[in-house]
């Protein structure tokens, strides 16, 4: 059974913490997407990747990085974090070119910065 | 760029019918429906690429209107499991797709 697994299901941190969010898919896709998910705004899109050592900023980039040294590996980083990032966080991927496959999703992290 | 979904919310008696509208002020090549139940990952349920075609799964069906940028997705004979929020995604030509603000359908009995 395909799958994207994200590290955490549940997080808390503290303001102006290093926070590692990790991402694994097991499908040997090209992409791979960071969202955050907020009530009433739905999956805004972070950050995206095509290739390894390859990333793309995407609409709310700002206080995040990202990491992607292996195929299979995608990482989330927020290099000092603040609670206006207390979100739900969601990894996606899916084949390069578009495939009528979609996006698979991991089941998510919950990140609270206190 | 986030495509606008509506309605916001929407409650159903099952065997009710529904429809959820997505608009996009972009282009599109694509368009993705998904459906997320509480505290799970989002689902894929179709794609529609550029073409006007209209697809379905079930009794889910969607159509896509390339000219206007839009998409509904139609939910027939509504059953409780079809339960969740309903997400659009649109993929314009350069492969980043953008999500809506999502549609919370409940189904009651």
């Known amino acids: 059974d395909v799958k994207v697994t994200q590290s955490s299901r549940y997080l808390v941190k503290r303001t102006g913490e290093k926070v590692f969010l990790e991402c694994v898919q097991d499908m040997d896709h090209e992409n791979m997407f960071w969202y955050r998910q907020d009530p009433g705004l739905g999956l805004r899109l972070i950050y995206f990747s095509y290739d390894v050592k390859m990333k793309e900023k995407g609409d709310i980039p700002e206080g995040y990085s990202v990491s992607r040294e292996k195929k299979e590996r995608f990482s989330l980083i927020l290099e000092s974090a603040s609670t206006n990032q207390t979100s739900m966080y969601l990894c996606a991927s899916s084949f390069l070119p578009r495939t009528e496959d979609g996006y698979t999703f991991g089941s998510g992290t919950r990140l609270t910065v206190v | 760029q986030q495509p606008v979904q509506s309605p916001q919310a929407v409650i159903l008696r099952e065997g009710e019918d529904a429809v959820i509208n997505c608009s996009s002020s972009k282009a599109l090549y694509s368009v993705h429906w998904y459906r997320q139940k509480h505290g799970e990952a989002p689902i894929f349920l179709m794609i529609?690429?550029?073409?006007?075609e209209q697809k379905g799964h079930d009794k889910i069906s969607a159509s896509f209107n390339e000219k206007k940028q839009q998409s509904s997705l139609y939910l027939t004979a509504s059953q409780l499991s079809y339960s969740g929020t309903y997400f659009c995604?649109?993929?314009?030509?350069?492969?980043?797709?953008?999500f809506g603000a999502g549609t919370r359908l409940t189904v009651k009995p």
């Open positions: 995604g649109t993929e314009p030509d350069n492969n980043d797709m953008r």
């Open positions: 529609l690429l550029k073409g006007g």
